[in-house]
């Protein structure tokens, strides 16, 4: 069975950058489509970015939009999001996800996806 495992979080300053890794086991992720999300405190899970198994289709929430990137080495069995310019709405713990049909829609919907990892946790302050 598909396992996930997030790491790269951790404190940074407001305008600074982290990048977040996926790594998978169990199964192959070339597949699969990817998708990242972040839970603050309080708030529900929400959807941050999903990119399709081949790599070809990316969405993004409008919120992060032009600040994150998403990528993805099938051969390394791991999907990336390099986060740049954080401001102190992006504090979460950040989950990824993979969902069976390869896809990314630009709708990115929780219930589309199949397992997830424990996440990682990203704190922004100065």
């Known amino acids: 069975q598909l396992q996930l495992v997030e790491s790269g979080g951790g404190l940074v300053q407001p305008g600074g950058s982290l990048s977040l890794s996926c790594a998978a086991s169990?199964?192959?992720?070339?597949?699969?489509?990817i998708g990242w999300f972040r839970q603050a405190p309080g708030k529900e899970r929400e959807a941050v970015s999903c990119?399709?198994?081949?790599?070809?289709?990316?969405n993004y929430a409008d919120s992060v939009k032009g600040r994150f990137t998403m990528s993805r080495d099938n051969a390394k069995n791991t999907v990336y999001l390099q986060m740049n310019s954080l401001q102190p709405e992006d504090p979460a713990v950040y989950y990824c996800a993979a969902e069976r049909l390869g896809s990314c829609p630009r709708a990115i919907t929780l219930q589309a996806y199949d397992y997830w990892g424990q996440g990682t946790q990203v704190t922004v302050s100065s």
């Open positions: 990119i399709s198994s081949s790599g070809g289709s990316r």
């Open positions: 169990g199964d192959t992720l070339d597949h699969y489509g």
